[in-house]
């Protein structure tokens, strides 16, 4: 499935809402709207415990099987609206705003270690009642995926992993600014947000200057919950166990890394190839962190041909 043009589109609302003078929030809300109707899916949330998960799932239940979409740090479930366009027509998919992130709950004491991540996880499925999905999971979302895979035999199909965390092996520019005290993905102040935008993506997707301004917004209101999170995951135990957990991954996995990225070294995708028993690798030239979002159609098709191979 391919979604909607969205250009036009946007064009359109910006055109109708600044001459009615709305407000940026109110293009935003209209924009993603928009974004979400195009690729066939619709809002919704779910109480687990005491957090509220926000997601995007099937506006249209199909047949197929379903995908479980795991974002990265600091982005949120829209990260994959572009992607899941492509497959809706034939996946169930859900795209979950994990705690802390997006329009989910955001407690600061709630942890947010890649283990606690994976439990999260395991307690979100259980309440949408999602059986042995599909998984896709980029940056944080990678590692997460990657461990859950690992720490549940038997509940995965299959997974996918964008430029996963977990592993670096191999310095990035991201390790060089971090350890300068410098984080370009934590914004803080005006501008911050198109830094860490040009830092994340080598292909960035059109989008119109008022809906990043609201993007800026909530990055910057989402300082503190981004620190506490980017600490636990810089934490999260000893890289050694990592790379050992998921020597037991028993699904077949593909692994796809932009070459360009800056956040984490594409190198290191050799290693996780290393590692998983049944993995392979794809290496895409010109694209940085975020394939999904810079490539979604080409990700998808080589979703698609993963799982005839796979099969």
């Known amino acids: 499935m391919t979604a909607r043009p969205i250009f036009p589109v946007i064009a359109l ?5 600044l001459l009615s003078a709305c407000s ?38 199909v047949a197929g099987e379903t995908i479980v979409l795991i974002h990265g740090f600091g982005a949120n479930k829209d990260n994959w609206t572009r992607l899941a366009g492509e497959l809706t027509d034939e996946f169930n998919v859900y795209a979950i705003d994990l705690p802390g992130h997006g ?11 890649f283990e606690d991540q994976v439990g999260h996880v395991s307690k979100i499925l259980a309440a949408l009642d999602i059986d042995k999905p599909h ?34 092996k191999y310095d990035s520019e991201l390790v060089e600014l971090v350890l300068e005290g410098d ?20 292909k960035k997707p059109f989008v119109p200057w008022p809906i990043y301004e609201v993007m800026e917004e909530r990055a910057i209101a989402n300082r503190d919950v981004n620190q506490v999170i980017f600490a636990a995951i810089r934490d999260s135990g000893y890289e050694p166990d990592f790379r050992t957990a998921i020597t037991r991954i028993e699904v ?14 594409y190198r290191n995708a050799d290693v996780f190839v290393e ?9 895409l030239e010109g694209v940085g962190h975020a394939p999904m979002v810079e490539v979604p159609e080409e990700s998808a098709q080589l979703f698609r041909e993963f799982l005839v191979e796979t099969r």
């Open 13 to 17: 609302l910006i055109s109708t809402l």
């Open 24 to 61: 940026r929030q109110s293009l935003y809300d209209n924009a993603i709207s928009w974004e979400r109707s195009g690729a066939g899916l619709e809002a919704s949330s779910v109480q687990v415990d005491d957090m509220t998960i926000a997601y995007l799932s099937n506006a249209e239940p």
């Open 103 to 113: 329009d989910s709950s955001k407690a600061l004491d709630l942890g947010y270690r």
């Open 135 to 168: 998984m896709m999971g980029n940056s944080m979302g990678g590692a997460i995926t990657a461990l859950y895979a690992a720490t549940f035999p038997g509940q995965v199909r299959s997974a996918v992993l964008f430029d996963p965390a977990g592993i670096f």
């Open 183 to 202: 984080n370009p993905l934590i914004p803080s102040k005006e501008g911050d947000f198109k830094r860490l935008i040009d830092f994340a993506l080598e």
């Open 252 to 265: 077949p996995v593909l692994v796809i890394w932009g070459m360009e990225d800056r956040v984490i070294n």
């Open 275 to 283: 590692q998983i028993p049944d993995a392979r690798k794809v290496l």
